[in-house]
């Protein structure tokens, strides 16, 4: 049984965990995957506390994962990759993909499902932000697409498509898709 030590305080690491885990529970009230405001930090700050806080803290953390790539920043997809092959349970833990291309000007967002799906299998809501996504021609964008076969919520922000038809393709080829 593990115990978490705090000055004048002493509790059960599992009444600890369930108190994160009220913390981090997803928000009914605004029918989203998203935490409320806050939420993050006091997760962030739960895993710095102490160190029998810090795996549940993280845990919860990993469960919605970010980044930004561009054509100014073309390392940062790799090193993403590279972190997520390092942290083996990261690739079934997290729920929540939310990319941000930040560039306008360059088409980056195509290269996502050729890696992605293999590396986080178990995304349900995949979230795409200030990009271009211009499918290549052929077939192997919309079957890699595929792969993300729990995808069930899909969110565009500020994204840019060469035509009707690409987003049209690009949301059938999601299998479990019921919220766009």
Same mark, same amino acid.
């Given at each position: 049984?593990?115990?978490?030590?705090?000055?004048?305080?002493?509790?059960?690491?599992?009444?600890?965990?369930?108190?994160?885990?009220?913390?981090?529970?997803?928000?009914?009230?605004?029918?989203?995957?998203?935490?409320?405001?806050?939420?993050?930090?006091?997760?962030?700050?739960?895993?710095?506390?102490?160190?029998?806080?810090?795996?549940?803290?993280?845990w919860?953390?990993?469960?919605?994962?970010?980044?930004?790539?561009?054509?100014?920043?073309?390392?940062?997809?790799?090193?993403?990759?590279?972190?997520?092959?390092?942290?083996?349970? *990261? /690739?079934?833990k997290?729920?929540?993909?939310?990319?941000?291309?930040?560039? %306008?000007?360059i088409?980056?967002? &195509?290269? +996502?499902?050729?890696?992605?799906?293999y590396?986080?299998?178990?995304?349900?809501?995949?979230?795409?932000?200030?990009?271009?996504?211009?499918?290549?021609?052929?077939?192997?964008?919309?079957?890699? *697409? /595929?792969?993300?076969?729990?995808?069930?919520?899909?969110?565009?922000?500020? %994204?840019?498509?060469?035509?009707? &038809?690409? +987003?049209?393709?690009?949301?059938?080829?999601?299998?479990?898709?019921?919220?766009?």
């Amino acid at each position: 049984l593990g115990i978490c030590r705090c000055k004048h305080l002493t509790l059960p690491t599992e009444i600890c965990e369930q108190i994160i885990d009220y913390v981090a529970e997803k928000n009914p009230i605004y029918d989203t995957i998203m935490w409320a405001n806050g939420v993050m930090d006091t997760l962030k700050a739960c895993a710095l506390t102490c160190q029998a806080w810090t795996h549940r803290s993280q845990w919860h953390l990993f469960r919605f994962l970010g980044i930004t790539f561009s054509s100014k920043s073309p390392k940062s997809l790799g090193n993403f990759y590279k972190l997520i092959n390092a942290q083996e349970y *990261m /690739k079934t833990k997290t729920e929540a993909l939310f990319v941000n291309a930040g560039d %306008v000007t360059i088409s980056t967002m &195509h290269t +996502l499902p050729v890696c992605l799906p293999y590396l986080l299998s178990r995304i349900e809501h995949l979230q795409l932000a200030h990009g271009i996504l211009y499918p290549p021609h052929g077939a192997f964008f919309f079957v890699s *697409m /595929k792969q993300f076969k729990y995808v069930t919520a899909l969110s565009l922000y500020e %994204v840019i498509f060469h035509s009707v &038809h690409d +987003l049209r393709c690009i949301i059938c080829a999601l299998p479990a898709l019921q919220k766009l």
